[in-house]
């Protein structure tokens, strides 16, 4: 079956990077899009971007308030998807989810997430 | 940005009464295909979020038909029909019309 498996949480200081996996089983990364959404401690779901499915590209769509700070890549050799995070900031804490969401973009009603990953920005 | 607006922002049920929960956007989910956007999630205490219901008012694989949505173009409601221990947890709305995708701020449902 499809599963998400994220890697561990991270610890960064401010204006550190920081580089989330997520390792795909049950389906190739390059049948479906695979989207990041954060959550901060206590707060609701935010949308990162997403990395589109085409084996060939990987074009992403990023959200505008990460542009020029979030890279969103994969490697599809070994299905693992990565999501990079630059500059932190104290209120980039958050835990970090990779996920295959439904959408205007898939005919077929998708919904996969990953078990999260706490990323916590602290001097 | 699609604005969604959910409300209230915490619901106190006892067991067994029914509980609803509304999701405004800010323009209409209404797709060229003919389909609408909208979607409810639940997030239980320290997992990630689940679907419920796709496209306003089907159920996702496995969710109990407690469980119903309706609405359409900007005003949607989910309904739970007798509220056990189990449903407690965030309810978040999510648009995927258009990019950004975004959620609404969520409804923390918790039992009396």
């Known amino acids: 079956q499809v599963q998400l498996v994220q890697s561990g949480a991270e610890v960064k200081k401010p204006g550190d990077s920081v580089k989330v996996s997520c390792k795909a089983s049950g389906y190739t990364l390059t049948g479906y899009y695979l989207h990041w959404v954060r959550q901060a401690p206590g707060q609701g779901l935010e949308w990162m971007g997403w990395i589109n499915p085409n084996p060939n590209s990987g074009v992403t769509n990023y959200a505008q308030k990460f542009q020029g700070r979030v890279t969103m890549t994969r490697d599809t050799s070994i299905r693992t998807a990565y999501m990079e995070l630059t500059s932190l900031r104290s209120d980039d804490t958050a835990v970090y989810y990779c996920?295959?969401?439904?959408?205007?973009?898939?005919?077929?009603?998708?919904?996969?997430w990953g078990q999260g990953t706490l990323v916590t920005v602290s001097s | 940005d699609i604005v969604m607006t959910q409300t209230p922002f915490s619901l106190s049920v006892t067991p067994g009464q029914p509980a609803s929960i509304s999701c405004k956007s800010s323009?209409?989910?209404?797709?060229?295909?003919?389909?609408?956007?909208l979607y409810w999630y639940l997030q239980k205490p320290g997992q990630s979020p689940q679907l419920l219901i796709y496209e306003v008012s089907n159920r996702f694989s496995g969710v109990s038909d407690k469980f119903s949505g309706s609405g359409s173009g900007t005003d949607f409601t989910l309904k739970i029909s007798r509220v056990e221990a189990e449903d407690v947890g965030v309810y978040y709305c999510m648009q995927s019309v258009q990019l950004p995708l975004t959620f609404g701020g969520g409804t923390k449902v918790e039992i009396k």
């Open positions: 996920a295959r969401l439904p959408g205007f973009w898939i005919v077929v009603v998708d919904d996969y």
């Open positions: 323009q209409s989910l209404l797709h060229s295909d003919g389909k609408t956007y």
